[in-house]
């Protein structure tokens, strides 16, 4: 063959020049292929702290070895994107999923467990590495770590000190008998907000029933079942909704801004439950006049842990040895302490790991509420609480939502509302288990569609996903694409 002939015929320093070629083509084809990819959500503070952390990562790194991050939109979104980015194999390497998609993460099989894939890469975690209560959050029934904790949270409770003590209240109510009182000696004293409120069942259903000791959910028969229409939820659901009649509760759309955590911020309301997220709207001159508490718990009864909120890391399948690389390194730039301490003072978010936790508890002069939040989520007696991780709890939440929404207007009793929500509740929580068991063989995400519906509004097509103008930067859609605003636990 006449190839063969000039390779016979050819000197050898042009066959060795050819081989040096062909060897140095996979170096090539790394340089040129596309940076492994980070999508998260958030906008704001959050979002530029995000970006800061990937600019820093990516500041000393060579372009092929860089992580290309970009902001997808709220939390659904990214959750959406990412589900049609992973059917048509385009999906990022890494992504920030919220909360309460953690079961159907868990259950898709379109991950590689994070514990894996650091081990992967000789950064394996130590076993006091996290806050206990994230590890367990974030980990399957074998106690492997799914997905690193990132943009943590919990509920806490904040007062404006000027308001109560002009009201006769000394220190913030830490029972719901001692808020009662607090709400009738504001409203007395002239107060028109005495608590504001958006009625989210993240605040008043799963983080009020952990810190009373209350379990929303029952298993039995190894499946779960919800069980929030009886005990101290519809006692607390029966007082908010004698709070509201009497107008001693406000809904943040009747205030000035039409948002809770803005009308605390700015004084037009007293007291607020909310995320330790809502601590970066306070900071500078604010802070001298407002308190941060643990949420409060009815009288003669104990004390129990928050469960975490907020979002974690998911290491997605389908990419290459050296995209794995750069997460894992990525990964553990993150939990470096004084990136950790960074975030959590810009978003109000806690810190993660053992170790920035005990540094900011450490130098903390008062309480903020980053530090209330991490006492929150700590063991009580050994006792943790039970995180709330079945499936479809974002469809739960709209129901209880919707109920609730009647029985405060007063279209139907607490009792009815609860005890519909729990049947509705349960009915979806039945649907998700057989769907599940129905395909437990399966470990690809995409053929659960199913599943996938509920969880997604509606489909997203490749061509909506985000893509940065700035390859390294933040990376923001067009505002056809983004909700104006999003809830962060």
């Known amino acids: 063959m006449k190839w063969q002939s000039v390779l016979v015929s050819a000197p050898m320093p042009f066959i060795s020049r050819i081989f040096s070629v062909l060897a140095l083509l996979p170096l090539a084809t790394q340089a040129l292929a596309a940076p492994a990819e980070f999508w998260y959500s958030h906008s704001g503070a959050a979002a530029s702290a995000i970006a800061d952390v990937c600019r820093s990562f990516n500041a000393q790194r060579e372009e092929g070895d860089r992580l290309h991050c ?82 943590a949270s ?3 409770f904040y007062t404006h000190r000027k308001a109560l003590a002009a009201a006769g209240i000394s220190e913030p109510p830490a029972t719901w008998e001692a808020f009662d009182t607090a709400l009738r000696a504001l409203k007395r004293s002239g107060h028109t907000c005495p608590v504001v409120t958006e009625f989210s069942p993240w605040i008043w259903l799963e983080q009020t029933s952990a810190a009373q000791g209350t379990h929303v959910t029952i298993r039995a028969a190894g499946t779960d079942h919800y069980q929030f ?36 911020a700015t004084g037009d309301c007293a007291m607020l439950l909310d995320s330790t997220g809502s601590w970066n709207l306070m900071h500078g001159d604010l802070e001298s006049d407002i308190e941060v508490s643990a949420l409060p718990i009815y009288a003669q009864t104990q004390r129990r842990a928050n469960v975490p909120g907020g979002s974690s890391l998911w290491v997605m399948r389908g990419h290459s040895v050296h995209d794995y690389r750069v997460v894992s390194e990525f990964l553990a730039f993150v939990l470096q302490p004084d990136n950790q301490l960074m975030f959590s003072a810009r978003t109000g978010y ?20 980053v530090a209330v939040g991490l006492a929150a989520l700590n063991d009580i007696d050994g006792e943790p609480s039970a995180p709330l991780r079945c499936g479809f709890i974002t469809l739960m939440r709209l129901i209880w939502s919707q109920e609730m929404e009647n029985a405060l207007a007063g279209r139907q009793s607490v009792d009815n509302a609860l005890r519909q929500t729990t049947m509705r509740a349960n009915d979806l929580l039945s649907l998700f288990q057989q769907m599940h068991q129905a395909q437990a063989s399966n470990s690809a995400l995409d053929t659960h569609p199913a599943t996938l519906r509920l969880l997604a509004k509606r489909p997203v097509q490749p061509s909506e996903i985000g893509r940065a103008d700035d390859r390294f930067g933040e990376q923001s859609l067009s505002d056809k694409n983004l909700h104006s605003s999003e809830v962060t636990p």
């Open 70 to 151: 970009i902001r997808q939109g709220t939390y659904e979104q990214t959750l959406q994107k990412t589900v049609a980015a992973y059917r048509a194999d385009i999906g990022p390497a890494l992504v920030e999923i919220y909360d309460v998609a953690t079961p159907d993460m868990l259950l898709g099989g379109a991950t590689h467990a994070v514990d894996t894939v650091m081990a992967d890469h000789q950064r394996a975690y130590s076993d006091d590495t996290f806050l206990p209560a994230l590890r367990r959050y974030y980990s399957d029934d074998h106690g492997t770590l799914a997905a690193q904790p990132f943009a």
């Open 154 to 156: 919990t509920a806490v």
């Open 229 to 264: 229409d009886k005990g101290t939820h519809v006692r607390l659901m029966t007082d908010l909704a004698r709070w509201t009649a009497e107008g001693l509760v406000r809904h943040q759309d009747s205030t000035r801004s039409g948002q809770q955590g803005l009308a605390f």
């Open 350 to 369: 806690l810190p993660v790991t053992q170790a920035a936790a005990a540094r900011l508890q450490s130098s903390t002069k008062k309480p903020s509420a």
